[in-house]
T-cell receptor, first 111, second 114 residues
Framework: QKEVEQNSGPLSVPEGAIASLNCTYSDRGSQSFFWYRQYSGKSPELIMSIYSNGDKEDGRFTAQLNKASQYVSLLIRDSQPSDSATYLCAVGSGNTGKLIFGQGTTLQVKP | DTEVTQTPKHLVMGMTNKKSLKCEQHMGHRAMYWYKQKAKKPPELMFVYSYEKLSINESVPSRFSPECPNSSLLNLHLHALQPEDSALYLC?????????????FGSGTQLSVL
């Protein structure tokens, strides 16, 4: 079992729709959770961080964390073509003390 | 200013060359990182410096040699690389208070080894 799992996609949504990106993790001791956006050929950009159960909203982005289910998600409302990118889930491992990245989900927003 | 600056942006080198990648941040962060990223893969951790001391070394081949001259600068010295070392090399920094921290990445160096 991978430490951090994401569906590689591509996830295709029409412009204006809600995109839902999911991530599961194996280390129950994990305390910090991040979403990074990476455009092709560019470096990862931090877009959301979440540390406690529940929802955290920032503009069109909402991160959701459920530690009991070991699940973290990212919702993007009113998706735009400029949101088309790979989204990396990263989890701060309680075992190793390192940030573990998932494989990333490619999102395509079609005009 | 939330910028991590990496130079050069692109580098082509032969297997016998010696080159260095440079990284600089002025956010007062005390932890700096080198990651390697191959196409369509997540970043892989190579090295972590915390308060200018090497704290994590992921058993990277010795042809990669990190150096942290001060809390704002991080170098990666390259020698006798192999074609499979071609990748995007990313520098990142974080505040350094703990390992569960937000990383801020530089724009990366796209390295090609011929």
């Amino acid at each position: 079992q991978k430490e951090v799992e994401q569906n590689s996609g591509p996830l295709s949504v029409p412009e204006g729709a809600i995109a839902s990106l999911n991530c599961t993790y194996s280390d129950r001791g994990s305390q910090s959770f991040f979403w990074y956006r990476q455009y092709s050929g560019k470096s990862p950009e931090l877009i959301m961080s979440i540390y406690s159960n529940g929802d955290k909203e920032d503009g069109r982005f909402t991160a959701q964390l459920n530690k009991a289910s070991q699940y973290v998600s990212l919702l993007i409302r009113d998706s735009q073509p400029s949101d088309s990118a790979t989204y990396l889930c990263a989890v701060g491992s309680g075992n190793t003390g390192k940030l573990i990245f998932g494989q990333g989900t490619t999102l395509q927003v079609k005009p | 200013d939330t910028e991590v600056t990496q130079t050069p942006k692109h580098l082509v080198m032969g297997m016998t060359n010696k080159k260095s990648l440079k990284c600089e941040q002025h956010m007062g962060h005390r932890a700096m990182y080198w990651y390697k990223q191959k196409a369509k893969k997540p970043p892989e951790l190579m090295f972590v410096y915390s308060y200018e001391k090497l704290s994590i070394n992921e058993s990277v081949p010795s042809r990669f040699s990190p150096e942290c001259p001060n809390s704002s600068l991080l170098n990666l010295h390259l020698h006798a690389l192999q074609p499979e070392d071609s990748a995007l090399y990313l520098c990142a920094s974080s505040q350094g208070r703990g390992v569960y921290e937000k990383l801020f990445f530089g724009s990366g160096t796209q390295l090609s080894v011929l």
